[in-house]
Each structure stands twice: as C-alpha cells, then as structure tokens.
C-alpha cells in the first residue's frame, strides 16, 4: 500500500526559530513531492514542490531537501513567523501511474510563538 | 487564489437525510477529486473523476456518491446521513497532463450529522 510517513505530528518554535518537518515513502515510483499549507477553516494550499532530480528547491523563505536515497524528504521555514502557523502536508504521486493521485502524510501542525 | 467553490460551508442535518454538496470550480480543470478530513487530520481521497462522465471510488471506502456531467461541476450525494459522516468534505480540481499534479482546493464543507 502507498504510504507517506510524516513526522512530528506537531511543532512548536519560537519566531526566528527553523522548524523542520519530515516525510519519508516507500513507493520508488514516486516522482513529484509537493508541500501544502492549510489555515484553519481553509482548503490546503500547495506551498512549495520538488521533483526527485533535484536535492534542495527554495522558494523565499520555504526549502525542500530531498534525498532519493534515503527515500525522505523534508521542509524547512527560515525565520519563522506567526503567521506560519498551520498544518502542513506532504504527499507523493507517481506521474507515470498517469493518475496523478496524490498520497498526503498525515500533517504536522505547526505554531509559532511570538 | 484557486477559483474552486463549494457549498454549503457549514450542514448540520439529522440522520436519515439526503444531502448534496456543491463544488465548482471555474478554471476549466478536467480533474476533480473529493476528500474527506477530520479537522487537522489527514486527507483520504473518497472519490475522484478525470472528466465528464468520469467517477472513479478513492483509497477511503465512502457510502457517498458523486456525478460529473459538467466538466466544472462535481457534486457529491449522501442518500442517508449518518452520524458516522461527520467530518470535513474538501473538493479539489487540477489539470491533466505536464508531468506534475497541483491540486486546488476549496474551502471544504463541515459536515455535522445529528
């Protein structure tokens, strides 16, 4: 069965502070690891994707490592803020299964205090 | 911000009743999918479609049925509800083909059977 392991269920830092989430799979057909951030009373909303040729993607203060290998990857929030406090979401989908379904971790809710 | 729409926001019904709820979605998307999720919780795929006329049955077995016979409308029917269907009912649409699949999601329907 397809799965997606996300760690740590919840996360509290304080603001400047780097928390960081980790995903790891089982599936090797997985090619596309996307992040999604979701408010309360909101839909999730797709922050931040890798593909598996890539190690890092960064996008402002937002970074995905990747390590094939490993079979792992993960987010990291540079210079934490309030604001960032959510739940967030890994998932995984095999692009060549042509479905394009995603599989999602189970989230990681995170605060920040100020 | 992804121009997908559900209705209602909020339902609470009593047992035994037929529900419908609405999604939309205005951005021409031939997938749409439906997810069930406990607030905070992970999401579970209950039903998905890759176009008009097009209903597949996700990884979460759900009692739901759904209808897809206008590309950017995907309405999703309890025939009788049950406490047991209490839960977060998002919908989500993307585009076929590119190799990569984000997903856009609404702001979920909160569901809350008597």
């Known amino acids: 069965q397809q799965q997606v392991k996300q760690s740590p269920q919840s996360l509290i830092v304080q603001k400047g502070g780097i928390p960081i989430i980790n995903c790891a799979y089982e599936?090797?057909?997985?090619?596309?690891f996307p992040w999604y951030q979701q408010f309360p009373g909101k839909g999730p909303a797709l922050l931040i994707a890798?593909?598996?040729?890539?190690s890092e993607k960064k996008e402002g203060r937002f970074t995905i490592s990747f390590n094939k290998s490993a079979k792992q990857f993960s987010l990291h929030i540079m210079d934490s803020q309030p604001g960032d406090s959510a739940t967030y979401f890994c998932a995984a989908s095999n692009s060549g299964a042509g479905s394009y379904q995603l599989t999602f971790g189970k989230g990681t809710k995170l605060s920040v205090i100020p | 911000e992804a121009d997908i729409y559900q209705t209602p926001r909020y339902l609470v019904i009593g047992t035994g009743k037929k529900i419908t709820l609405e999604c939309s979605q205005t951005m021409g998307h031939d997938k749409m999918y439906w997810y069930q999720q406990d607030p905070g919780m992970e999401l579970h795929l209950i039903h998905y479609?890759?176009?008009?006329?097009?209903?597949e049955k996700g990884d979460l077995s759900s009692e739901s049925t759904v209808s897809r016979i206008r590309t950017e409308h995907f309405p999703l029917t309890l025939e009788s509800a049950r406490p047991s269907h209490t839960s977060q009912y998002l919908c989500?649409?993307?585009?076929?083909?590119?190799?990569?699949?984000?997903?856009?999601f609404g702001p979920g329907t909160r569901l809350l059977v008597l």
């Open positions: 599936n090797t057909a997985f090619d596309y």
């Open positions: 890798i593909r598996p040729d890539v």
């Open positions: 989500a649409s993307s585009k076929a083909g590119g190799g990569q699949e984000t997903q856009y």
């Open positions: 479609s890759y176009g008009v006329n097009s209903t």
